[in-house]
């Protein structure tokens, strides 16, 4: 079945730095990946998502790039603030079942 | 829109007692939900996938007799947790599936067995 690895699993950076968090998945027919936050104790939010036939998309200060041919996938966050820290999740789907694959997640850590 | 509530948000049982938790989306119908579980400080879990009007469909590993999906409607599905132990405590999270890919997420229901 599908797996999707995640890295790395904590990052800290300084306030205003940019951070990037990569994901790799398996399964070359997983046709669309979104990036959720999650903070303590609560429910998921999408930040932002990208489909197989699109290299890259932006939204304010996130990006996500996918490279569909070494089957990963980036999350880039420039310009950090305080408010992004969280634990940040990949995940990928496909035509079919459409059910999520989580990767192991990252907890970023935005130092004021 | 594309709201989805889970109730209850916090539930503690006894060992050996049953729990149902319920997944509604509340401004759209959704012919397919899906449960996670997910443990401190890890990742979400599949558990199964709830298609309504059908039976569910369980990741390996899930004991299905355990963990009973019941999809009524296109706005409610139920996760049952039958004669639950200390080691099913956990945070149980609830999606519903509008349009292709995406899902909508509740805000997850906490489980204590003590």
């Known amino acids: 079945g599908e797996n999707v690895e995640q890295h790395p699993s904590t990052l800290s950076v300084q306030e205003g730095d940019s951070a990037v968090i990569k994901c790799t998945y398996s399964?070359?027919?997983?046709?669309?990946f979104p990036w959720y936050k999650q903070e303590l104790g609560k429910r998921p939010q999408l930040i932002i998502d990208?489909?197989?036939?699109?290299g890259e998309k932006k939204d304010q200060r996130i990006a996500v790039t996918l490279n569909k041919t070494a089957k990963h996938f980036s999350l880039h966050i420039t310009e950090t603030q305080p408010e992004d820290s969280a634990v940040y999740f990949c995940a990928a789907s496909k035509r079919g079942t459409y059910k999520y694959i989580f990767g192991t997640g990252t907890r970023l850590k935005v130092l004021a | 829109g594309a709201v989805v509530s889970q109730h209850p948000s916090w539930v503690i049982c006894k060992s050996g007692t049953s729990v149902k938790i319920e997944c509604r989306s509340l401004?759209?119908?959704?012919?397919?939900m899906f449960w996670y579980r997910q443990f401190p400080k890890q990742s979400l879990m599949l558990m199964a996938t709830s298609n309504e009007g059908s039976k569910a469909t369980y990741e390996q590993g899930v004991e299905k007799d355990k963990f009973l999906i019941n999809h009524a409607s296109l706005t409610l599905s139920t996760l049952t947790v039958t004669s639950a132990h200390p080691e099913d405590s956990s945070f149980y999270i609830c999606s519903a599936r509008q349009g292709a890919h995406e899902q909508y997420f509740g805000p997850g229901t906490r489980l204590t067995v003590t």
């Open positions: 990208i489909r197989s036939n699109v």
């Open positions: 401004d759209f119908q959704a012919t397919t």
């Open positions: 399964d070359s027919a997983s046709n669309y």
